[in-house]
């Protein structure tokens, strides 16, 4: 993906537990459009499932924002 993924705030964050700004938004081109491959883990960073088929791309799982 090329452009601007919509993340919430990126920069933001004051330590690992405080990675909100990397999620995504409702507008994001990301959301539903990655690959699952057979390595990949059951969760996310943010502790959301990984779906079956068309996953986000990047580290946030979840709905948008």
Do not use: I
């Not at 993906?1 to 933001?12: A, E, I, N, Q, Y």
């Not at 938004?25 to 390595?39: D, E, Y």
């Amino acid at each position: 993906m090329l452009g601007d993924p919509k993340l919430v705030k990126p920069g933001s964050e004051t330590s690992v537990d405080d990675a909100d700004g990397y999620r995504l938004k409702k507008s994001s081109p990301a959301l539903g459009s990655g690959v699952r491959l057979p390595q990949d883990a059951a969760r996310d960073f943010f502790g959301n499932r990984v779906p079956a088929a068309h996953p986000n791309m990047g580290a946030y799982q979840g709905p948008g924002v």
